[in-house]
Structures are given as structure tokens and as C-alpha cells.
């Protein structure tokens, strides 16, 4: 199960994983948060921006192979780790019963000196972290969510202080299209970001030895 704030998130930051995930018959949940209804930096009609990016949600969602596709439809912005959204991420865990729970790492807040990480991310990482455990696994909480289920391992993207890389070198090429599919993010930079996809997964290839990676920090939670 993946977990996100926006639409595009799950494919920048684990597309690779998750379709190779796919290809190998695991069953593929992508849950994302937020409606990606202010992703723009014009004054766009918001409610139309959130119905395209819906519809980009689903396309890239089956280009990776996912099994199924939740959009928790929260205003962009405004995730946030109370109790309404744990219950959520409860009750679809314990549906779903996920050996792996992929999602963003919410200690990471500054990049490079150049990017403040989203809110969003954050608030849904925090979000995931505390509906994985010891919420979900736990009987006492959220009782009416449905049968406790102890999640495995959790894989935390976007974080500094990777610890695992996933090869994603046979998937790479749709990883790619998969963000590409979120056109409404794209403006007029679509051969650019392109570049930034491979140059991004080359990069955490290096960090050990293959030619494309998806890097992470992993927690063993069933052991
Ligand atoms: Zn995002």
C-alpha cells in the first residue's frame, strides 16, 4: 500500500517500485490524501484542476498496475494528522491488510537549502506513520475499523537518510510516463522534468550500484 498526499506523489517518488510490485502479482493499493485541487501557480478554476487530476490519479494508477486507487479527497493543504484522517488510513489498512506501507518520511522538512517539504507530505507521512503503529495492529484503537493487522515494513520516500534502494532499472521507462501522465503538472517543462526523473533515479541507483533506484528509509515492524 502506498500512501501520499497528491496524485502525483506515489509515481515521482515510488512508481518504480510499485509497478514492479505489480508485475510480480502483488496486489498494488494507492491511497492519496489530498485533491490536488491547488496544484497550480495561475488562478485556475480549482474544482475543474481537481477533476483533472483525478483523472490523471487514475490513468498513472493503472499504468503502474495498481490493484486500486483511494483519493481521500482533502483540500490541498489542509492534511492534517488528526484523528478523521488515522481512522481512515485505519480502516484501508486493515482492508487491505498490506505487507509494506510506502509513503513519505515527515523528518524531512528541508531540502538543499532550495525547498521547504509540502505540508501535505509531511502531515501524511506523521499521519501514516501513527495508523501503522500502533494504531492499525492494535485492537483497542478504532475498534469499529475493522480486525487489528501488524504492517510489516514501512519504506519512507523523500527522506535524508535512505537506507535501502530499491532497482527499478526494468520499470524505469514507465515510472516515467506514469509522471508524465500528471500533464496538469507538467506546464510547458515536460522534457525537463523527463530528464529530472531519469537523472533523479540514476542518482539513487549510485547509491548502490545499479542503474536506476528509488531510495528509502525503512522501519521493520514485524519482526
Ligand atoms: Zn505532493
Known amino acids: 500500500m502506498a500512501i501520499y498526499a497528491h496524485p502525483d506523489d506515489a509515481d515521482v517518488a515510488a ?3 510499485l509497478a514492479q510490485w505489480a508485475d510480480e502479482g502483488c496486489a498494488v493499493h494507492l491511497v492519496v490524501v489530498c485533491d490536488g485541487a491547488k496544484g497550480a501557480h495561475a488562478l485556475v478554476d480549482s474544482a475543474h484542476l481537481g477533476e483533472v487530476r483525478y483523472r490523471e490519479l487514475e490513468s498513472a494508477a493503472h499504468l503502474l498496475g495498481a490493484s486500486t486507487v483511494v483519493n481521500l ?6 492534511a492534517d494528522n488528526d484523528r478523521a484522517l488515522r481512522a481512515e488510513l485505519v480502516t484501508l489498512v486493515r482492508s487491505r491488510r498490506p505487507e509494506v506501507v510506502v509513503g513519505p518520511d515527515p523528518t524531512a522538512t528541508f531540502f538543499s537549502g532550495v525547498y521547504i517539504n509540502h505540508h501535505d507530505h509531511r502531515a501524511t507521512g506523521w499521519a501514516l506513520l501513527d495508523a501503522v503503529a500502533p494504531a492499525a495492529a492494535m485492537p483497542l484503537y478504532f ?3 475493522g480486525a487489528p493487522h501488524q504492517v510489516g515494513r514501512l519504506l519512507l ?3 535524508h537518510e535512505p537506507d535501502v534502494v530499491a532497482d527499478v532499472t526494468r520499470v524505469i521507462d514507465r515510472k516515467v510516463a506514469a509522471v508524465l501522465t500528471h500533464s496538469s503538472q507538467l506546464a510547458d517543462d515536460r522534457e ?3 530528464d529530472v526523473v531519469y537523472e533523479r533515479a540514476a542518482q539513487a541507483g549510485r547509491l548502490t550500484g545499479v542503474a536506476y533506484g528509488e531510495a528509502f ?4 515492524l514485524d519482526f
Open 143 to 145: 475498534p469499529e475499523s
Open 157 to 159: 520516500s523523500g527522506t
Open 15 to 17: 512508481g518504480g517500485l
Open 73 to 78: 479527497g482533502r483540500p490541498d493543504g489542509e
Open 217 to 220: 528509509r525503512h522501519v521493520e
Open 192 to 194: 525537463a522534468i523527463r
